[in-house]
């Protein structure tokens, strides 16, 4: 399992189908594996488990001032970039968002989405 845990910097961009994001304080993605379980006729146990393939489970926290920016009813390409490496998820859709507010901080959403594959490449420097 990887896991990509950004918190908010100045070299650090990210963006919602090339729409950069503002106000962003964390984003953290984490691969899960999916399996699909074959069966024996009546049997209650998987007799065999088939990988298929990865999804990324993403959350990104928000300031509240800040939380309407993904699409919430369609898919998306998150992208995040830092230095000399990029990041897309693609077919990100939304699956919750919670409000949290804490004693004198910031009030945060919370936004979680599901992304059904990600890409990862090195950003070529010009000059």
């Known amino acids: 399992m990887h896991e990509l845990k950004l918190v908010r910097g100045t070299q650090i961009t990210a963006y919602a189908d090339e729409t950069p994001l503002f106000g962003l304080l964390s984003l953290n993605a984490v691969e899960q594996k999916r399996y ?8 209650a146990e998987p007799c065999e488990r088939v990988p298929q393939g ?3 489970e993403i959350t990104l926290r928000f300031l509240s001032l800040f939380d309407d920016q993904l699409p919430h009813n369609r898919a998306f390409v998150l992208g995040v970039d830092d230095d000399d ?6 077919e990100c859709r939304l699956i919750s968002q919670k409000t949290e507010v804490s004693g004198n ?8 989405a599901k992304a059904d594959s990600m890409e990862k490449r090195r950003v070529e420097e010009d000059g």
């Open 54 to 56: 990865e999804s990324y």
């Open 36 to 43: 699909h379980d074959v069966y024996e006729y009546l049997s």
């Open 85 to 90: 490496t990029s990041y897309r998820y693609s």
């Open 105 to 112: 901080d910031h009030v945060v959403t919370v936004i979680t």
